[in-house]
Each structure stands twice: as C-alpha cells, then as structure tokens.
C-alpha cells in the first residue's frame, strides 16, 4: 500500500512570491491535515480537510490556505511568501474520525530568500 | 490551551542502557496520544497510539505507558539505530495534533 505523496520535496522562493504544495493520501483516507516544521516551533498544526471541507484551522495568517479535492488529494498554498515560511510543511492523512491515526508523508522543503 | 511538555530535550545513552523519556499533556479532551520517530529529513513514522490511563503498547524494544497527565516511552537495551528525535503529541479534535518539542535520543556503540 503507497505511503502519503507529497510534491515537490524541495522548493527555493523569493519573498512576495506564492507556493502551492501537493498531497495524495493513502488509498482510502478522507482526511488531510497539513502542518509547519520549524527548528523554533516544532510541529504547528495548519489545517484539516475531510470530503473537500476544512473541518479545522490552526493559528496561522491568511495566506495560508488549502483545499482538497474528490479524490481526497490535497493542496496548500501559501501567499505573499515571508522569510519566515521557510520551513518543512507536512501532510499527514487518516481515515478521519478521532483519534485515529495519521500517517505523515516526507515533507516539502521550502526555502525563502 | 492544550500543552505537550516532552523531557529531556536532547538525551545520550550506551548502547544497551536502558532509559524514559516523558510526555506531560494539558487538553481539554483527550482523543488519543500519539508517538512518533522522525530522522533528520523525513517525516514522523508512526510508533503508538494510546487512549486511556493505564493503557501500555511494546514494539521490539520500546513500550509506550499513559496516565491521565503524562506518558512515557521506555526504551530497553538500545541500539544506535534507536537513534532520533521521538515526538509525543495529542489528538484534540478533528485530527488536530498538538505536538511537544520532541526529544533527541542519541545512542553510541
């Protein structure tokens, strides 16, 4: 069974610029959680989609937003591009009810110059 | 608020020297603890879930316990491939994780 997908691995920005990052959960997972890795804040969590619906949101800016689409695919995207985005961004699916558990995918490295 | 508070940050051990490393946990409703294994440049794999007090879970040679305000993960006789960060976090709804900082095993041959 194929693990959470996430595209690309790594990704080099310029400030002001956008971002869009992909995740293809596993087979059968409705549920898509994203989340910010930082070596100052750790794990923060961004938000949650189930069937196409941000059940969740953390405390993050505006600019940053998702979907998810019929097939459970997901995508974030990430606007007007900070210094401070840099980070690794997580995907983690599930099958979507508490307490499950969620299975994270290797990461997009993003950088911001 | 929800808080996760692991300890120590960064801990070393002998290969085969046993030790714990702690998760302290503040939620208001707790649906399930949760710990991971992340090495430098992946993402956290999956280890144990727990959901009650009293509650214990072994694989090979760690064994995850929890009571209502923290949770421990003993790790028995380590090897250097023990080595990694160990991340404790906890469910509050709706797959929100609330992650502690994580601990930094290192263990030498």
């Known amino acids: 069974k194929a693990g959470v997908t996430q595209t690309p691995r790594y990704l080099i920005k310029t400030r002001g610029q956008q971002v869009t990052l992909s995740c293809s959960p596993i087979?059968?997972?409705?549920?898509v959680s994203w989340y910010q890795q930082t070596p100052g804040q750790g794990l923060q969590f961004l938000f949650e989609y189930f069937s196409e619906t941000q059940r969740n949101k953390g405390n993050f800016p505006g600019r940053f937003s998702g979907r998810q689409f019929s097939n459970s695919r997901s995508e974030m995207n990430v606007s007007t591009l900070e210094l401070g985005d840099s980070a690794l961004y997580l995907c983690?699916?599930?099958?979507?009810?508490?307490?499950?558990?969620?299975?994270f995918g290797a990461g997009t490295r993003l950088s911001v110059l | 608020e929800d808080q996760v508070t692991q300890s120590p940050e960064a801990l070393r051990l002998q290969e085969g020297e046993s030790s714990s490393l702690n998760c302290s946990y503040t939620v208001s409703g707790l649906r399930g603890l949760f710990w991971y294994r992340q090495d430098p440049g992946k993402g956290p794999e999956f280890l144990f879930t727990l959901y009650s007090a009293g509650e214990e879970k072994e694989k090979e040679r760690l064994k995850a316990t929890l009571t209502k305000k923290e949770s421990f993960l003993h790790i028995t006789a380590p090897k250097p491939e023990d080595s990694a960060t160990y991340l404790c976090a906890v469910d509050t709804g709706f797959q929100k994780l609330v992650f502690g900082t994580g601990t930094r095993l290192l263990v030498s041959p």
């Open positions: 087979s059968g997972h409705r549920s």
């Open positions: 983690a699916s599930s099958l979507g009810t508490g307490g499950n558990i969620q299975y």
